[in-house]
């Protein structure tokens, strides 16, 4: 299993919004940045088979630009296991329930994804690792989905992504 980690892009800032938290929509520059980030995926050639997202409105946003990239159109699922502070063994369990040589997004929040991230590589969250936003890597699983087991293939900011472009 292939497993990237998306984090959504630049949204309001919270000072400056004024509904709840869940519903900040991400920037018109975010969405932007998001949206050339993920053409930077395909110049890596990245298949992804499913697309997963937290119910997070920055977080669904960001997903649909990636969504609108990728041929075959992917089916967007969304997870609470992709919430800000839900615990990465909830994730773990979702993602070890598809098969195996799936390839798979996950768009969310940090400080989840570096904390699952280091779940994935080290087997518990490592200090320091945090995905930017609209950054993200890719995690390489060989024998199943289980934490310490996945190889970190590449790890890069949205500024690298859309490079690539």
């Known amino acids: 299993m292939d497993c990237m980690l998306f984090r959504h892009g630049v949204a309001i800032e919270r000072d400056v919004w004024e509904g709840v938290d869940s519903d900040r929509p991400l920037t018109e520059k975010g969405a932007k940045k998001a949206r050339q980030a993920g053409e930077g995926l395909l110049q890596l050639d990245v298949r992804p088979t499913h697309l ?31 919430l800000p502070d839900a615990p990465p063994d909830k994730l ?39 995905l930017k936003k609209a950054g993200a890597c890719l995690i390489h699983f060989s024998e199943g989905m289980r934490p310490g087991r996945g190889v970190l293939e590449w790890w890069l900011t949205a500024g690298q992504l859309r490079s690539l472009r």
Not at 52 to 70: D, G, I, M
């Open 52 to 82: 997963l997202s937290s119910p997070l409105v920055r977080a669904h946003e960001t997903a649909k630009l990636l969504q609108e990239l990728f041929r075959p159109r992917l089916t967007l699922r969304i997870c609470d296991e992709l």
């Open 92 to 130: 773990f369990a979702l993602l070890a329930s598809l098969p195996p040589e799936v390839s798979v997004i996950c768009v969310g929040h940090e400080p989840h994804l570096g904390d699952t991230a280091g779940c994935m590589i080290f087997g518990k969250p490592a200090a320091g690792l945090a």
